[in-house]
């Protein structure tokens, strides 16, 4: 494909994906605050601080390009961290400065190397290329919880109620994945001249996610593992840069939010009932509520790309980008990560949800409200994944 038709190409749809987007956090916003009714997920500030994450990352994505942007998105970052904080409990505020440390570094590191991009497609002289480069690399792998550095991201999710984690995984990381989607239009150099560690990053979190979360008996940490699982994803998506590569990691971004909404939220839903965790030892859920043991179950086959759901028409994009860039080997190799995390969904589904419960024991009632929320939600994925032509033609 001409580089300058792609560039000119994603260009201008790269102005829509931001508004896209948007929109996207805004009816997750509803949906977390209808089930943050429901199902209280923190103190009686939680709700002031997830509805402030909202408003700076749709306000971020809305306002364009520039220094203003950075400061918008970066801001709900930190939000996230009072967001972890406002749980209240040791372990909780032990991984909210984490969280804290962590993203200090990488704000610093994007900070740093995208002054050094500076504006335009211009490769910046030796050695700030490569300076900039390595910040920016590092800044997004810790952002985005990648494979080595990952380990913030468990230990949140862990030690936070369900829709906190959500938050952070669906909207914040999101929102910084766009910014790096952004960088392969503004930079693609650092993509391209830095292939192989991009290239490197996304088979590590691909493997290392599904490996991990199939060594996890919390629930939330699978989850947690499985966002890792997927990011890897999106990194190669990006990195190949193709309309199939980055529209693809685009449409599967927007499908991960949604999902990891709804997993969370099947979750919570469990715990609420339960009164404690939900973990690889708890047998028979879906006989307290079969509605939502739905939710959780097609939502995880819909997370990783089985049609007729909204996560098919982003899954199947990146595949082709992983053709187009390695052949039927990288194919493979994504298969394989794949089948892993069909493994891990699997094992939950079965263990945890299907079956007689292990003993009787006295549950409370499951918020009404949080579920129909969730079935709705549901619903809107499998409309989308049926009719996906209008989402697919508004991003490019």
């Known amino acids: 494909m001409n580089s300058l038709f792609f560039q000119t190409v994603t260009s201008t749809s790269s102005e829509l994906w931001d508004w896209v987007f948007a929109g996207a956090f805004l009816v997750l916003m509803i949906v977390i605050g209808l089930y943050s009714a429901a199902i209280p997920q923190g103190k009686r500030s939680w709700s002031i601080?997830?509805?402030?994450?909202?408003?700076?990352?749709?306000?971020?994505?809305?306002?364009?390009?520039?220094?203003?942007?950075?400061?918008?998105?970066?801001?709900?970052a930190f939000v996230a961290v009072a967001l972890v904080w406002n749980q209240g409990t040791p372990a909780a505020k032990s991984a909210a400065k984490t969280y804290l440390i962590l993203m200090i570094i990488a704000v610093?590191?994007?900070?740093?190397?995208?002054?050094?991009?500076?504006?335009?497609?211009?490769?910046?002289?030796?050695?700030?290329?490569?300076?900039?480069?390595?910040?920016l690399i590092?800044?997004?792998?810790?952002?985005?919880?990648?494979?080595?550095?990952?380990?913030?991201?468990?230990?949140?999710?862990e030690h936070s109620s369900p829709m906190t984690s959500a938050l952070?995984?669906?909207?914040?990381d999101i929102a910084a994945f766009c910014e790096m989607a952004h960088?392969?239009?503004?930079?693609?150099?650092?993509?391209?001249?830095?292939?192989?560690?991009w290239l490197v990053l996304a088979l590590l979190s691909m493997f290392g996610g599904a490996?991990?979360?199939?060594?996890?008996?919390?629930?939330?940490?699978?989850?947690?593992?499985?966002?890792?699982?997927d990011m890897g994803y999106l990194v190669l998506g990006t990195l190949v840069g193709t309309q199939y590569g980055l529209n693809g990691a685009i449409l599967a971004a927007l499908s991960h939010a949604f999902f990891k909404v709804l997993l969370f939220g099947a979750v919570g839903v469990a715990e609420k009932q339960l009164g404690h965790d939900l973990t690889l030892e708890d047998h028979g859920v879906a006989a307290r509520n079969p509605y939502n043991a739905g939710v959780f179950i097609l939502s995880a086959i819909g997370m990783i790309g089985v049609p007729p759901f909204f996560g098919f028409i982003g899954r199947w994009r990146l595949y082709l980008s992983g053709l187009e860039y390695g052949g039927v080997a990288l194919v493979l190799t994504m298969a394989a990560a794949t089948a892993l995390a069909l493994l891990y969904y699997v094992r939950v589904i079965h263990r945890v949800w299907l079956g007689k419960p292990a003993e009787e024991t006295a549950?409370?009632?499951?918020?009404?409200?949080?579920?129909?929320?969730?079935?709705?939600?549901?619903?809107?994925m499998l409309a989308v994944g049926l009719y996906p032509n209008w989402l697919s033609t508004l991003i490019g």
């Open 363 to 380: 549950s409370t009632p499951a918020p009404k409200l949080a579920v129909i929320v969730l079935v709705i939600l549901l619903l809107g």
């Open 108 to 135: 610093a590191f994007l900070g740093a190397g995208m002054a050094l991009v500076g504006e335009g497609n211009e490769l910046p002289v030796f050695p700030l290329d490569k300076i900039a480069a390595g910040l």
């Open 138 to 157: 590092a800044g997004f792998a810790v952002k985005l919880a990648l494979v080595p550095f990952y380990f913030w991201l468990p230990k949140v999710t």
């Open 183 to 197: 960088l392969r239009i503004t930079a693609a150099w650092v993509f391209t001249d830095y292939a192989i560690l």
């Open 211 to 229: 490996l991990l979360a199939l060594a996890q008996k919390n629930i939330k940490r699978m989850l947690a593992f499985s966002t890792i699982d």
């Open 49 to 76: 601080l997830a509805a402030l994450i909202g408003i700076l990352a749709i306000a971020g994505l809305v306002v364009g390009e520039g220094w203003a942007r950075i400061a918008l998105l970066d801001a709900a």
């Open 168 to 172: 952070i995984i669906s909207i914040v």
